[in-house]
């Protein structure tokens, strides 16, 4: 039983790890879309500055999370990989679509507009199908036919509470991004695009509130053992929304240790409590989801690889990520501490 829960929580870790980080890097790509005509802002500027280095790494997760559901429970992977066919594939076309155009984007720069309209477009769909992949594992969308697992696609597009999962991935996309990148305006001392990404940050952060509790209430009808399990741990949730109130201060509220002129805001607390937030949030969901990774036929338990696989799996991600996670670490710190990438001049 200890080997499955460590592996349910390297599984979920990927998840939750890639949920972040694509939402921003999803969101990047459209807010870069919406400004580019607005050049004096330099916000355009500012996003193109943080696709460019985290397109890739922000890929890489997607690919370990596939292999770790192939390695760690390859039999969950043989019904996720039946009634994931159509949305799935449906994602996978999105990805290409939008990597294709934004690298394209930067080359033809003839074509600049219409390329990053496409890779804007594409990306903060993307985010919406890949929730979808929730409301699919509450069971009420697959069917069984002759032990085959079927996802009836009608009922699914039918339901509230997908909707409202599309509609919360979208919108905190949008609200993650904004966050960042108002941080990462602020660090590059490009104040135009700072106050327009911390004017959009408050804007979205009380809908992506909204659109939380809309899931909560759509779920209690669609999903109530998931939901009645959630509400064993209510004051995680109530937790979760104390940090975002802290997120609501770091916008609103200049820091108050700061020397000589005053900015509002303080993004760097906002986007910390906003990611613990989301952890909160993600842990209670994911411990009312156990033991099921497809409700109610795919549990854990029975769609578990052979504990001695297990363990070399186990060990080789753990060499991987020792040698791997000072990389990212060396990278983030970089990113956001270079001071000649942070306030380069003339970037389009």
């Given at each position: 039983m200890a080997d499955v829960l460590i592996a349910i929580t390297v599984l979920w870790g990927f998840v939750f790890i890639y949920a972040v980080m694509a939402t921003m890097d999803f969101g990047a790509g459209f807010w870069s879309m919406v400004y580019i005509n607005r050049e004096q802002t330099k916000a355009t500027n500012i996003a193109n500055r943080y696709l460019s280095p985290t397109w890739e790494v922000t890929n890489t997760f997607i690919v370990a999370l596939v292999v770790a559901v192939y390695s760690l429970f390859p039999a969950a992977a043989n019904t996720l990989g039946t009634i994931l066919l159509i949305p799935g594939s449906l994602i996978l076309l999105l990805l290409a679509f939008r990597s294709a155009f934004l690298v394209f984007s930067n080359i033809a720069t003839e074509y600049k507009k219409p390329l990053t309209y496409i890779s804007g477009i594409a990306g903060i769909i993307i985010p919406g199908l890949l929730i979808s992949v929730l409301p699919i594992t509450h069971g009420?969308?697959?069917?069984?036919?002759?032990?085959?697992?079927?996802?009836?696609?009608?009922?699914?597009?039918?339901?509230?509470?997908?909707?409202?999962?599309?509609?919360?991935?979208?919108?905190?996309?949008?609200?993650?991004?904004?966050?960042?990148?108002?941080?990462?305006?602020?660090?590059?001392?490009?104040?135009?695009?700072?106050?327009?990404?911390?004017?959009?940050?408050m804007i979205l952060g009380p809908i992506s509130l909204i659109m939380a509790f809309l899931i909560m209430l759509t779920l209690r009808n669609e999903a109530t053992w998931l939901y009645d399990k959630m509400m064993q741990d209510v004051h995680l949730l109530i937790i979760s929304v104390a940090f975002f109130l802290l997120v609501g201060f770091g916008l609103y509220f200049s820091n108050p240790f700061q020397k000589g002129e005053k900015i509002k805001g303080m993004p760097r607390l906002s986007v910390i409590a906003v990611t613990i937030q989301y952890l909160i949030a993600s842990y209670v969901y994911g411990k009312a989801h156990l033991p099921y990774i497809v409700y109610p036929e795919v549990t854990i338990q029975n769609s578990f690889t052979d504990p001695n696989s297990f363990r070399a799996v186990f060990i080789t991600y753990i060499i991987g990520f020792a040698i791997l996670f000072p990389g990212f670490v060396y990278f983030w710190s970089l990113?956001?501490?270079?001071?000649r990438y942070l306030r380069q001049k003339g970037v389009k």
């Open positions: 009420e969308y697959v069917e069984y036919v002759n032990g085959v697992p079927n996802l009836n696609l009608a009922k699914l597009f039918t339901s509230p509470n997908e909707y409202a999962f599309v509609g919360f991935a979208i919108i905190s996309s949008l609200f993650l991004s904004s966050l960042l990148l108002a941080d990462y305006s602020k660090a590059s001392r490009e104040m135009e695009a700072y106050q327009v990404y911390l004017r959009d940050a990113f956001m501490n270079d001071k």
